[in-house]
């Protein structure tokens, strides 16, 4: 990489000197409920290169604490406690000489990278401006400096990209356009705000290792604010948990996940469902939620959540306190915890969840509750306002074949486009699709007649993603439960009873009958949408991202609750979502989409252990494992680029733009991928290649499958892999 | 009145700000809910009693007061407020109280049908035309627009004097009014409807199997309710102003009937002489129009329940 230095140096310090102090800060914003304390006594030092990560989840102070260094926070705030930048103190500075340090010497990138490119001016105009804000440089020099900084980021053509406006990049170019950004002026310290939340796990990989390589580049510090602990455990030196305003731990990257000492912690990390967990026992569970930073009784926070709390932690708020070399917890029982060698298991009991008979029947013995037969969903494309003409096809769902059997979860996993929520969508509707065939409870949806689709969507009901949108804000908890129930003639008496008996099953109170959905936490809505889809005792359940919008500890619960319903009211599943763990926690089976195919089906475990095709394997090795130690020495495939338009798809193979198999392959070996789709064939059987191997092996034509194992995999050079 | 188009929107709340829940014993029903939050606002309660009021006064006054609005008081013309006249004479000797209330009568009942019926049809088409879409919707626009451009007016005034004549011939005026009112609003609901449409609670209650005119009614109207009571309250003020408009004209109300616009007109022609003749159906109007406005506001904030004036639920 050649880089024009000398233009734009400005390095102030050296490695291992404090770049960063953060001492006692706090912040407030008044509201009408009270005043709210954001931040409440946060302190850090930030050394010279490093990363911390500052974890939390949402309303615990996370982003509050990064915009008030970036003197970004808003203007009704109060900001006590000191914020020093090389020794210069950054609290009461006034907005226009904060502007001269930001994008100088401290540089942001946030989360959604459209909203913070401005849509008018291209990549390149504000690149170029964020140079000359600061250095007196030449425009064409400055041209040149953007262009190399794309090309460090790793955007192809920089040349000719760098006069491209924002819409025309793909979400993860725009990330990778505002890291170039962030550090074209070479800042000391880099704040990036849940950089890759908005982004697909492949393109996630791109943009972290991009901005590792970023880092590598300028040496700068940077602060990774976010919730995902996997990319902690992979990007971080040094963590800070943050919980209702204040850290209750800090400590090295190791010491925060093998030696936690703090039960928050403790929690946090049990709660999530990892991808390299082969058991499937329930989830550690934090009870409760966060609290409210307004008005917060004395006493330390976690108190209503925390098992191990007695009289003295509502008392008195402990203090971050020494546990070990650079490792302080706040808690008065991290001694004890230390000493009994606690871990989430004896801290947070999961819950038991009895395993019903029918998991013992055989899959082949069980009803098929949901059959697609070479389903096939296309969009026209129109053009044109008065005269609308069809000018291409959008290929959402390209011809899919799956089947579900009851008292069975199918994940269906994939990245944003690849059609898994149009599938979901069509199954739902109950019309004919393009083509193929939909077959639920045995009856085939294009042929239903009013009573039998009335049934019918007694039988099959929906969880959605975000249960704030999917429950009207306008109706009392009880009303929203009971309304499935009055569709199909419950009588009134019936009805109430029903409720609340299906408010318990959940997990809610008979008193919140009478709230409205925004008297409630995200987890409690949740609980709510899926006490909606309970109501009429179905058969089948359709999750679509169920619990993708809720922090980590709320995701447990529902979780736990979902599978403990699935085996107490033998329901099927069918569990769409983009979190690979998330699945292999729940699912029994589980089926891999790309532009608007399966390329990868079957057992959990098949799938997860011997992965056949590049893209599932792509997409395992993508995901950060929340373990420091795997994720320093686990071997990653980088896609290229971004998921081509289902408008626009490839001929033959659909996965081989991006496929790393294909770009090995001589020109002979490549024209069946160039010509047609692989069909789903049995995966091939035989020993796993470890992925460090696979990736430098030559391909070779795939091997035999066994038809008696239940995966199949559409790759003519499929192998299975050792990923995990 | 500050006019508040929210869909209720996801509250701004910050995530951990959920307020914690307390116990209630017994289950409120939605009426009950709205009902006891309307109650908690004083201004929209003093603007119900107000209406209230004026509508026992406008049902019954003709029993109370000492004159009827169609009685002359023979020599007592132009007489200025006396404790015989409490609100004076007019240039005929009617009695301007009287003439008032049963002005007032009428108007309320012209305002308050012409508001709801334009409301409930702008509601209904308009919430309808998104829902369907497609040749439905086009037609119901294209209806929408023809009749926007046509000279309201002129028509209404041509209508009403080629019909039936007679004491309910204002029922036909309501009518007109009425049809010739909600276009702009069903153009507005429509545009709201279409972003509630996207909800994914309107695509749960599909998917439970509710039928078109259920999910309407229940889910996408109730969620464009501020909306549509901020319309009925303007719509009130409109109608009164449309009507008195009319009758200024001799279209609208016709002798020996009055209402609070033949008032005014009939008024307005004296005010430098007798101004309290214009001014009893003036400030009346006025008092009516905030009223009903403040009552609209309690409204609107009962049944949303992201608003902040409502307490709590």
Known sequence: ?724 | MSIDFRISEEPEALDGATAPIAPISKRLSRGQLVRRRFFRNRSAVVGLVIIGVLVVLALFGQYLLPWQFDQRDLGQYYKPPSAQHLFGTTQAGFDVMSRTVRGLGKSLIIGFMVAIIQTTMAALIGSSAAYIGGWYERAWLWVIDLMLVLPSFFLIAIVSQGGPKGQYAWLLLVVLLAAFGWQLSARVVRSLSMSVKEREYVAAARFMGLSTPRLLVRHIVPNIASMLIVDVCLGVGYAILGEAGLSYFGYGVQAPDTSLGTLISEGAQSTTIAPWIFLAPASVLVLLVMCVNALGDGLRDALDPSSLSGGQA
């Open chain 1, 1 to 724: 990489m050649t880089t024009t230095e000398p233009a734009i140096r400005n390095r102030q310090t050296a490695a291992g000197d404090v770049v960063l102090s953060v001492r006692n800060l706090h912040v407030t914003f008044p509201s009408e409920a009270g005043l709210v304390k954001a931040v409440r006594g946060l302190s850090f030092d930030l050394l010279a290169g490093e990363t911390m990560a500052i974890v939390g989840e949402s309303g615990s102070g996370k982003s509050v604490t990064s915009l008030a260094i970036m003197g970004l926070h808003p203007r009704n705030a109060r900001i006590a406690g000191s914020i020093t930048l090389h020794g210069r103190e950054l609290v009461g500075l006034s907005d226009a000489e904060m502007s001269s340090i930001r994008g100088e010497d401290l540089a942001m990138i946030f989360q959604d990278p459209l909203s913070a490119l401005t849509p008018v001016y291209t990549i390149g105009d504000q690149i170029v401006e964020a140079i000359q804000t600061h250095h007196d440089v030449g425009r064409t020099q400055a041209w040149k400096r953007a262009v190399e900084l794309l090309d460090l980021v790793g955007i192809p053509n920089p040349q000719l990209r760098v006069k491209s406006f924002p819409h025309e990049f793909s979400g993860g170019m725009r990330q990778r356009a505002m890291i170039a950004q962030a550090i074209a002026n070479d800042p000391d310290v880099i704040i990036a705000d849940e950089p890759t939340t908005a982004l697909d796990v492949t393109i996630q990989a791109q943009v972290l290792e991009v901005l590792k390589k970023a880092q590598l580049e300028t040496g700068a510090a940077v602060i990774m604010i976010t919730h995902d602990l996997g990319v902690v455990a992979g990007m971080s030196d040094r963590v800070t948990v943050m919980y209702a305003g204040r850290p209750v731990e800090q400590g090295s990257v190791d010491d925060i996940f093998y030696n936690p000492r703090m039960p928050y912690t403790i929690g946090l990390l049990g709660a999530v469902p990892r991808l390299d967990a082969t058991n499937s026992e329930p989830l550690a569970t934090l009870q409760g939620n966060p609290p409210t930073v307004v008005d917060l009784p004395p006493g330390c926070p976690f108190v209503p959540r925390c098992p191990l709390a007695h009289a003295g932690c509502r008392e008195q708020e402990p203090e971050l306190a020494p546990v070990g070399p650079g490792h302080t917890t706040a808690c008065w029982e991290s001694d004890r915890i230390r000493a009994e060698k606690l871990t989430s298991k004896d801290i947070f009991p999961a819950p038991v969840i009895e395993r019903t008979v029918f998991e013992s029947i055989p899959r082949d013995e069980r009803d098929t509750v949901l059959s697609l037969a070479g389903m096939k969903k296309h969009y026209p494309l129109m053009k044109g306002a008065v005269l609308r003409r069809r000018v291409g096809t959008v290929y959402a769902v390209d011809g899919i074949d799956l089947d579900l059997r009851r008292g069975e979860t199918l994940g269906l996993v994939g990245e944003s486009g690849c059609g898994k929520s149009t599938t979901l969508l069509e199954i739902l509707n109950l019309h004919s699709p393009t083509d193929g065939k939909i077959v639920v409870f045995g009856k085939d949806t294009s042929r239903l007649n009013r009573g039998e689709t009335k049934t019918m969507r007694r039988d099959l009901q929906v969880v959605f993603q975000d249960p704030m949108a999917s429950l009207d804000p306008r109706m009392p908890i009880f009303d929203i439960i009971a309304e499935p129930l009055g569709v199909h003639g419950w009588s009134k008496g019936k009805i109430e009873t029903r409720v609340m008996e299906l408010l318990k099953t959940v997990g809610l109170e008979e008193s919140h009958a009478n709230r409205y959905p925004q008297h409630f936490s995200g987890g409690q809505r949740q609980r709510v949408g899926i006490a909606r889809a309970l109501a009429l005792e179905p058969e089948l359940i359709v999750l679509d991202e169920p619990v993708s919008a809720l922090d980590v500890s709320i995701q447990a619960g529902i979780i736990n609750l979902l599978e403990e319903l699935k085996q107490r009211l033998t329901l099927s599943y069918l569990f769409v979502a983009h979190d690979l763990a998330v699945i292999r926690h729940i699912a029994d089976r589980v089926a891999v989409m790309y532009l608007g195919k399966i390329v990868e089906i079957g057992t959990v475990a098949e799938v997860y252990n011997r992965p056949s095709h590049p893209y599932t394997q792509a997409l395992l090795s993508a995901i950060p494992i929340p373990d420091p130690q795997t994720e320093r020495t686990r071997t990653r495939i980088l896609l290229r680029g971004d998921l081509p338009s289902p408008a626009n798809p490839p001929s033959g193979c659909k996965f081989r733009t991006r496929c790393p198999i294909f770009e090995q392959l001589t020109p002979e070996q490549r024209t069946p991928c160039l010509e047609t789709m692989p069909p789903l064939d049995p995966a091939p059987a035989g020993a796993v290649v470890a992925l460090q191997e696979a990736i430098s092996l030559s391909a070779t034509a795939r091997g035999a499958g066994d038809t008696r194992v239940d995966h199949l995999v559409a790759c003519y050079y499929a192998r299975p892999t050792k990923v995990l």
